[in-house]
């Protein structure tokens, strides 16, 4: 039988038209994901959608997986009686800690804060008023101190208290400043009073959760209070010991100053110094005053006592040296300041000191019409001293003026030698009174006479 051979060209055609097309594929394929031509113009929006396998994947891996959430919660297990309990529990707790921070909001807020320091404030709980203001840091400013101070207003029963916001800082929603107006009526007093006052939140928390407000004290402080004592007085303030200033613009000769914040009323300032009376000094302070000044101390009734004692010593000693003619001895010059740092205060001491003793020589040589002159007996007694004056030199030395007085008695014997050589010899009594003024300067620490005007008692 014979079989006719079928022709193969259309097989040869379509192997050719699918080998064509996978190249064309191909090419297109790294013609895309290659980058190696660029394509401009209308070619982007003109070429058909490359849906092809390959490029399908690569859409994929862009995508991710597709994923029904849907079916995804189908598949999880039911919840637990214990889970939903727990989830209902929690969802309670959230809408009881929704509702306390919102009343808690209300109660910890600048309008409650300041409704409490203006109820305060007219009932006289100053306690509950420093609780609630905004203080700096100062020694000066404890609530001891404020409590101590006397304010001036009153206490009042207070009636129809009403808080209005303001809009002085930046509007009613201010974060960090709020000011209100505080009207009310006093009880018996129809008139309406106000009260202005400015609150500023703090960076600490009330019960983790709640800003803290504080009233601004205006017109309760004094700042930068200047206080100025001469040089080596400790001064206090209401008990409080206070620190000098060791700023340039602040210091003066011969005195120490302080600056210090303080609350506005009445205050004492404690002031004492080495050899001086300690004083206290009442004064009311106020925000229109800034200065004040510490009155020069004074001498106090121990030096006095000091300086009359060394006074009754020099007195034996010297009269003692001028009698027996020993002197000027160390010991004689151990009274005065001729050690003195300054060498011209140590000269002009040793100039009166020698100016003294001559004299009294001088006046001991007397001999009262007698030949001869023998002192048998010498005595001080009643002294009284007070201050009468004191200064201080440029060069910071301070000089204290002591009147002295006191009452005297000598004996002595006078020999007489008579035209024929005879000699008779009286016994002679002197008492009285006398005084004496000495200057004392202060030397390392001791009082030491500077001048003296001693007058002779015989």
């Known amino acids: 039988m014979y079989m006719r051979e079928l022709p193969r060209i259309p097989v040869l055609r379509k192997l050719w038209f699918t080998e064509n097309k996978r190249k064309e594929e191909k090419e297109m394929e790294d013609h895309h994901y290659g980058q190696k031509e660029n394509i401009t113009g209308p070619d982007i929006f ?15 891996r ?13 598949q999880l297990p039911p919840l637990s009686k214990k889970t939903k309990r727990n989830i209902g529990i929690a969802g309670a707790v959230a809408l009881v800690l929704t509702g306390v921070i919102w009343a808690g909001g209300s109660f910890f ?9 203006v109820e305060a404030v007219l009932q006289g709980d100053w306690k509950s008023v420093y609780e609630n203001l905004e203080l700096p840091q100062g020694k000066l400013l404890g609530k001891e101190q404020f409590l101590a101070v006397t304010h001036e207003r009153e206490p009042v029963e207070v009636t129809n208290l009403k808080l209005e916001e303001q809009d002085g800082y930046g509007g009613s929603d201010s974060r960090f400043l709020k000011e209100y107006t505080a009207e009310y009526s006093v009880k018996g007093d129809s008139s309406v009073r106000s009260m202005e006052l400015t609150l500023s939140r703090q960076k600490e928390k009330k019960m983790l959760f709640f800003s803290k407000w504080c009233v601004i004290p205006e017109g309760l402080i004094v700042s930068n209070y200047t206080i100025k004592a001469p040089v080596g007085y400790k001064v206090e303030m209401d008990g409080t010991a206070l ?50 000044e510490v009155p020069k101390l004074s001498i106090s009734k121990k030096t006095v006592e000091q300086m009359q004692e060394t006074v009754r010593k020099f007195m034996g000693d010297v009269y003692g040296e001028v009698l027996n003619q020993s002197g000027p001895s160390e010991k004689y010059l151990d009274y005065w300041a001729v050690n003195n740092g300054n060498k ?20 001991f040589a007397y001999t ?78 001791q009082w030491k006479i500077y001048s003296a005007d001693l007058y002779s008692i015989y």
């Open 368 to 445: 009262n019409g007698y030949e001869s002159v023998q002192f048998t007996g010498m005595n001080f007694s009643n002294y009284y001293s007070e201050v009468t004056d004191e200064y201080s030199d440029e060069y910071g030395g301070s000089y204290v003026n002591l009147h002295v007085s006191y009452n005297y008695d000598y004996t002595y014997t006078g020999t007489s030698l008579s035209y024929d050589q005879q000699t008779t010899a009286e016994d002679r009594s002197e008492s009285g009174s006398s005084d004496s003024y000495m200057t004392f300067i202060m030397e390392d620490g």
């Open 109 to 117: 807020g600048p309008k409650k804060t300041a409704e409490n320091y």
């Open 344 to 363: 011209e205060t140590a000269a002009i001491a040793r100039e009166n000191a020698d100016a003294l003793y001559r004299k009294l020589e001088e006046d």
């Open 62 to 74: 862009f995508r991710g997986p597709e994923t029904d959430i849907r079916e995804k919660l189908e």
């Open 243 to 292: 620190t000098p200033e060791e700023q340039p613009e602040l210091e003066e000769s011969g005195y120490d100053v302080y600056a210090e914040t303080v609350f506005a009323g009445d205050h004492v300032i404690t002031a004492s110094a080495d050899s001086r009376e300690q004083e206290e000094f009442p004064c009311y302070i106020s925000t229109d005053e800034s200065y004040y």
């Open 46 to 60: 003109d070429k058909p959608i490359d849906r092809t396998k390959s490029r399908q994947q690569a859409e994929q």
